[in-house]
Each structure stands twice: as C-alpha cells, then as structure tokens.
C-alpha cells in the first residue's frame, strides 16, 4: 500500500482564487456605464476558521514590467482614471471560507478597443494562518473590445445602373 503515514491539510492556507490564471481574465465591452468585477482571499482546508480573519490587499502595478517579461506579453498599465477599487481590505468570516469581494469598476467609455491592460493586486497581510505564496496576486488581464454587428452579412449588392462601356 503507498498511503501516506499522516495526511495532512492546508487548513488556514489564505490565497487568492484570482490568483488562479483562468479566474483572472477580464473581457469587457466599450460602454457608456461603467463595468465591474470582484476580488478577495480565500481559506484552504476541509475546515473554516473559528474567528474573522482580516486580509489587506495592495495594487501593485510595479509588477506589470515583470509579469510581461516572464510571460512574453505586452500589457499596460489600465490608466488610474478609469478605475475605481472599493477598498483594499477584506474580512473572512468566522465559519466561511471566502471573503466579502472588493469590487472593482472600470469606465471603458474612452478605452481604445483591443486594449489590453494588467491589474495586479497582491494579498499583503492576513491576521491569522499562512498566506500562499504562490496564489498571492492575481494577474487581472483586463481585455476591451466592442461590440460590433456585421451590417453587410444579410445584404446582396445589386447594381442600380449597367456601366455599357466596359472594365475602363
């Protein structure tokens, strides 16, 4: 038998979900009002904790430089005008495994369509149990685009007039 002598459990792991690539794609649409998603911490383990646990989060776009370096991508920085984030601070609940969300809105009025912006928000400090280091940011890849509507699909073109004169 290959059974472990001791099972163990990543009770009181703290990570983002985010943090897991998939979870971190962002496509929004160029529209009048603004768009928004959420963002917060998570407990691991096949228990939830006994007391609130607080978690502080920091928008971190120095590591945007970094991430398209290792990933070969050529993200920017979504400007600081087109944003706005409810707070940086989270509680988990006692007895829950996820916290509140923070909510993040963005204006894509004036974005330019096809813009590809990076957000990287990192889990900073919890007040109980370990923080996963490796799911402690996520990378949100904010893509823009527009909604568009082939008008000439359905169509058939037909001439109003024969040109008797040939292809010149």
């Known amino acids: 038998c290959d059974k472990k002598?001791?099972?163990?459990?990543?009770?009181?792991?703290?990570?983002?979900?985010?943090?897991?690539?998939?979870?971190?794609n962002i496509n929004m649409?160029?529209?009048?009002?603004?768009?928004?998603f959420t963002f917060g911490?998570?407990?691991?383990?096949q228990l939830s904790p006994q007391q609130d646990i607080k978690l502080n989060f920091k928008l971190d776009t120095g590591l945007?430089?970094?991430?398209?370096?290792?990933?070969a991508t050529s993200f920017i920085n979504l400007p600081v005008d087109k944003y706005?984030?409810?707070?940086?601070?989270?509680t988990i609940k006692s007895g829950k495994t996820t916290s509140d969300g923070i909510k993040i809105s963005?204006?894509?009025?004036?974005?330019?369509?096809?813009?590809?912006?990076l957000l990287p928000i990192t889990l900073l400090s919890t007040s109980?149990?370990?923080?996963?280091?490796?799911?402690?940011?996520?990378?949100?890849k904010i893509r823009i685009s527009r909604k568009e509507?082939?008008?000439?699909?359905?169509?058939?073109?037909?001439?109003?007039?024969?040109?008797?004169s040939g292809p010149n």
């Not at 911490?41 to 383990?45: K, N, S």
């Not at 963005?106 to 912006?117: E, F």
């Open 128 to 140: 109980a149990g370990t923080i996963n280091e490796s799911l402690k940011t996520a990378y949100f």
């Open 41 to 45: 911490g998570a407990y691991g383990g």
């Open 149 to 164: 509507t082939d008008v000439t699909a359905p169509s058939v073109i037909t001439p109003s007039k024969d040109n008797g």
């Open 84 to 90: 706005t984030i409810s707070g940086l601070e989270a």
């Open 64 to 71: 945007i430089a970094s991430y398209n370096a290792a990933n």
């Open 5 to 24: 002598d001791k099972i163990t459990s990543e009770d009181g792991i703290i990570y983002m979900t985010q943090a897991i690539d998939a979870r971190s």
């Open 106 to 117: 963005i204006n894509t009025k004036t974005l330019p369509k096809d813009g590809a912006y």
């Open 29 to 36: 649409l160029i529209a009048d009002t603004a768009q928004s």
